[in-house]
């Protein structure tokens, strides 16, 4: 999976439509009162979303793996260990199943914006090939 998330990065805001504010996840992320529990706990839940939401449109091997072992982590209901996605969410106290709706809205935004490329792309694509099939 990957490292961790920089605040300052660009990359889509996991937390966008969740009941957790950007500022709750970033005050939380940079407040070093948390021991190093905590740290690896978030570092947990910050690198299952991260791998998630970037990978949703995977196109390597490696992208998909990384993607569903986080897809079935963040949305497993089976399993409460100490590393459980529920267990991470309740340590670090946030609402696991407000984050999970989040999650999903996010996802559903991605893949419906990956697709409106990819139609336009092959829109343009069969433009072209028209164009080009008038022309000869």
Same mark, same amino acid.
């Given at each position: ?5 920089n605040?300052i990065?660009? !990359? ?14 970033? !005050? ?11 740290? =690896? ?16 449109n ?13 897809h079935?982590? =963040? ?16 340590? =670090? ?28 792309? !092959?829109?343009?694509?069969s ?10």
């Amino acid at each position: 999976m990957k490292a961790a998330l920089n605040p300052i990065d660009e !990359s889509p805001n996991a937390f966008s439509g969740a009941s957790i504010l950007p500022e709750q996840y970033l !005050s939380q992320r940079r407040d070093h009162r948390y021991d190093g529990e905590h740290n =690896l706990l978030f570092a947990i839940l910050e690198d299952a979303i991260r791998c998630y939401l970037d990978h949703s449109n995977y196109r390597t091997p490696i992208q998909r793996v990384q993607y569903v072992e986080a897809h079935d982590w =963040l949305f497993s209901v089976k399993d409460r260990g100490p590393f459980s996605f529920v267990s991470v969410c309740e340590n =670090l106290e946030i609402d696991p199943e407000s984050l999970r709706a989040g999650l999903k809205r996010k996802h559903a935004r991605i893949r419906a914006a990956a697709i409106a490329r990819k139609s336009a792309r !092959s829109g343009t694509i069969s433009v072209m090939r028209g164009e080009v099939a008038a022309r000869a």
